[in-house]
């Protein structure tokens, strides 16, 4: 059975662009979630989508978005990309999130110059 | 691929020794808590999870310890192999959806 698969693996941008990243879930899994992962912060919580809603959303500002797609494919957007958004961004998913177990992609690697 | 999180706290064991993780928890209405471990330029793999209903959980090699009285949960690697070496993260979840609160992670290094 296939993972969690994300795409790109490595990208670098510029200031001021904007990024998109996908996700596929591990077939079946219906929750997809997204984290950001920085030396400074950790592992922080960006948004959660299941059955195409956003169900629940971290303190990211409104750059951040996000959507899923009716196969439960989905995708991140990050608009103006600022240095600080330079980090490995994670995609998770599970079956319907509600404590199942939550399985993580092997990320994007986003540098912004 | 990157390292995140350089300057974490670090566990170093020898092969074949015991490593025992510590955690403490923020939210005491969470009720399920799982350990991740992350290699060098990779995503947090899942090791073994456990819920609030229970207060000990065995894998392969593996224990979680959950203590809801002080909000501390451990990880217990038994017979610590080379391979083990990694970041490892504990996540709580409180109930609805998939977010995971993380804690900062503790680098295990297994010495020969």
């Known amino acids: 059975k296939a993972g969690v698969t994300q795409t790109p693996r490595y990208l670098i941008k510029t200031r001021g662009q904007q990024v998109t990243l996908s996700c596929s879930p591990i077939?079946?899994?219906?929750?997809v979630s997204w984290y950001q992962q920085t030396p400074g912060q950790g592992l922080q919580f960006l948004f959660e989508?299941?059955?195409?809603?956003?169900?629940n959303k971290g303190n990211f500002p409104g750059r951040f978005s996000g959507r899923q797609f009716s196969n439960s494919r989905s995708e991140m957007n990050v608009s103006t990309l600022e240095l600080g958004d330079s980090a490995l961004y994670l995609c998770a998913s599970s079956l319907s999130g509600n404590g199942n177990t939550i399985y993580f992609g092997e990320g994007s690697w986003l540098t912004v110059v | 691929g990157e390292s995140v999180g350089l300057h974490l706290p670090t566990l170093s064991v020898q092969e074949g020794d015991n490593s025992i993780i510590n955690c403490a928890y923020s939210n005491s209405a969470s009720d399920y808590f799982i350990w991740y471990k992350q290699e060098s330029g990779k995503g947090p793999q899942f090791i073994i999870d456990?819920?609030?209903?229970?207060d000990k959980r065995q894998g392969q090699r593996v224990t979680v310890l959950l203590n809801k009285t002080v909000k501390h949960l451990s990880l217990q690697i038994a017979a610590t192999q080379p391979g083990d070496s990694a970041v490892y993260f504990c996540?709580?979840?409180?109930?609805?959806?998939?977010?995971?609160?993380f804690g900062t992670g503790t680098r295990l290094q297994v010495t020969l």
């Open positions: 077939s079946g899994h219906r929750s």
């Open positions: 989508y299941f059955s195409e809603t956003q169900r």
């Open positions: 456990i819920r609030s209903n229970m």
């Open positions: 996540a709580e979840n409180a109930g609805t959806a998939s977010k995971l609160t």
